[in-house]
Each structure stands twice: as structure tokens, then as C-alpha cells.
């Protein structure tokens, strides 16, 4: 059974650079045709797609976060590591990692859109 466990953030400050590790339990993430999402959800609105880094380590991400974002993953930790420069208050948000197998979601409209997820984390930034 796969499971996800995003980290806490802590307290995180406009300016910043935010960096949230997903650890993964189950599988691999080199696993051939995984696909490795980080998504958001702020208050109020639907989920947002970041970025992804693929099972050969190849990363992607929507242009609306590129020139901030990157994606790692340290394969002997089973990890994958977002990091987000420059953080506003409009960043706060609940960020989930979450699987998909074969595909890529780039407009979720759901969780369930993807294979699995992590139970979220809490990030606020304050100003």
C-alpha cells in the first residue's frame, strides 16, 4: 500500500523560501511511469497543480509557479522535496504530494483525480 507523508513547514514568513519533503512508503519513487505531484489547495479555492518530478528525476512545472519553484528527491530517502521562493500570504495554502501512475494531472479537480496523496500540510505565511 502506497502512503505519503508531507512534512510540517513550521512558521513561514513572507519573503521566504517555503520547503515542504514528501517521504513515500510502499514504492519507489524511481517506479517506471510514476509521477510525482506537488499540489495546494488555498482557503476557499480548488486544488492547484505546482509541479511534478517524474520516476527518471525529470521535473516539470506549471508556469504559474516556475520561476519560483523546484522540485528534488533524494532516492536513497525515498523523499521528494518542494521548494517555493519568495513566498506572499497568497501562498498560504494546504499542500499535498500525491502519486499518479502513467499520467500526469495538471488541472485537478479533486484529490481522487490522482493515484494517491498525502493527508496535507497547513502552510501559512505570515506577512
Known amino acids: 500500500q502506497v502512503q505519503l507523508r508531507e512534512s510540517d513547514p513550521g512558521l513561514v514568513k513572507s519573503s521566504q523560501t517555503l520547503s515542504l519533503t514528501c517521504t513515500v512508503f510502499?514504492?519507489?519513487?524511481?517506479?517506471?511511469?510514476?509521477?510525482w505531484s506537488w499540489i495546494r489547495q488555498p482557503p476557499g479555492k480548488g486544488l492547484e497543480w505546482i509541479g511534478y518530478i517524474g520516476f527518471s528525476g525529470n521535473t516539470y512545472y506549471s508556469p504559474f509557479f516556475e520561476s519560483r519553484t523546484s522540485i528534488s528527491r533524494d532516492t536513497s530517502k525515498n523523499q521528494f522535496t518542494l521548494q517555493l521562493t519568495s513566498v506572499t500570504p497568497e501562498d498560504t495554502a494546504v499542500y499535498y504530494c500525491a502519486l499518479t501512475n502513467g499520467v500526469v494531472v495538471v488541472m485537478p479537480r479533486r484529490l481522487e483525480d490522482f493515484a494517491s496523496w498525502g493527508q496535507g500540510t497547513q502552510v501559512t505565511v505570515s506577512s
Open positions: 510502499g514504492v519507489s519513487l524511481t517506479t517506471s511511469a510514476y509521477y
